[in-house]
């Protein structure tokens, strides 16, 4: 009895090839060459699917995961309080950060007693899982729809604070990406939470 596995009951594509000799016309290779011929003019009449991007872009979903937002709190200060948990959920291990206590004076830049001073996020490594952003107790860090520049140097993937927190005069609404159970939720100010 073979000992070889039965290829065919595994697939039910098995395909037994022959080594019959080819005709005059497959030898000259004219009716296959006229065949791709044809395939490619079919092509010409068909919906164009690429798009010229960037000045073209497509269609995305709301909940589209794409570059990171350190979010400010109405005041205006940055609402990270560097406690780390983003980093720890991170698969990817793209976010790094260091700590600082808040001075007196600073109390109209920063939320919280500490922060972040510095916060980087390697999106050549980041996956866009969401997981910081579920992780962090502050809603501080969201993804947004935006979407992360191509470029030619490693370097410049590594996005640090001036990329990431939102301009005072430039907010980056993120609302639409929430339920309208955590929007309601936010609204509550007698939730410490949000106060
Ligand atoms: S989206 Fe995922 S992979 Fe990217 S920084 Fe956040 S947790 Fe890490
Ligand atoms: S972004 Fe949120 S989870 Fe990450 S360090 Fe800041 S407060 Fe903590």
Redesign the pocket.
């Known amino acids: 009895m073979s000992d070889k596995p039965n290829i065919a009951s595994l697939s039910g594509r098995k395909k037994v090839v022959s080594n019959k000799k080819m005709t005059f016309m497959e030898m000259i290779y004219l009716p296959a060459i006229i065949g791709g011929f044809g395939i490619t003019l079919s092509h010409f009449f068909k919906k164009k699917v690429t798009l010229q991007y960037p000045e073209e872009t497509k269609p995305r979903s709301e909940i589209y995961r794409g570059m990171h937002v ?1 979010k400010r709190d109405d005041e205006g200060r940055e ?9 720890i959920s991170c698969p990817a291990e793209a976010i790094t ?1 260091i700590a600082a206590e808040r001075k007196e004076e600073e109390m109209n830049l920063y939320r919280e007693e500490k922060y ?1 001073s510095m916060y980087e996020i390697n999106m050549l490594r980041c996956i866009f899982c969401g997981l ?1 952003e579920e ?4 809603e ?2 969201f993804l947004t729809d935006r979407i992360v520049s191509s470029d030619l140097h490693r370097g410049d993937f590594i996005y640090g604070k001036d990329l990431l927190v939102e301009p005072v005069d430039q907010r980056i609404d993120i609302s639409h990406r929430q339920t309208p159970e955590v929007l309601k939720f936010k609204l509550d100010k007698n939730q410490s939470h949000n106060s």
């Open positions: 350190l609402r990270c309080t560097a406690c780390g948990l983003c980093a950060m972040a910081c992780a962090c107790p502050k501080a860090i």
